[in-house]
């Protein structure tokens, strides 16, 4: 599976931006797309995930991001979308998205960094 994560940029504090993750290659009817983030000094941690067992979708959130952030999908381009609103200084990070073939999600797929920063 490979992943194409794109969307990040520069914005000042309040506003909204949307990243975008295309996976290609093997396809599931169970599978997780995550996404981590990780800021400078900072370890890397869980944003949020939308995962799929057959019929059923499910998302979660970190607390820090919950109610601001939403996860969706369009299946026919294979792109989980995360939509970030009220975006605050501290959202500032390298954004990754993670696959999993599996539900619950083992992340073995990763895709490259996309830099978000909240500045004024």
């Known amino acids: 599976v490979q992943l194409q994560a794109s969307g990040g940029g520069l914005v000042q504090p309040g506003d909204s931006l949307s990243l975008s993750c295309a996976a290609s290659?093997?396809?599931?009817?169970?599978?997780?797309m995550g996404w981590f983030r990780q800021a400078p000094g900072k370890e890397r941690e869980f944003v949020g995930a939308l995962s799929v067992r057959h019929i059923s979708e499910t998302t979660t959130y970190a607390d820090s991001v919950k109610g601001r952030f939403t996860l969706s999908r369009d299946n026919a381009k294979n792109t989980v979308y995360l939509q970030m609103n009220s975006l605050k200084p501290e959202d500032t990070a390298v954004y990754y998205c993670?696959?999993?073939?599996?539900?619950?999600?083992?992340?073995?797929?990763w895709g490259q960094g996309t830099q978000v920063t909240v500045s004024s």
């Open positions: 290659g093997r396809t599931t009817s169970s599978f997780a």
């Open positions: 993670a696959f999993s073939l599996v539900v619950p999600a083992r992340y073995t797929f």
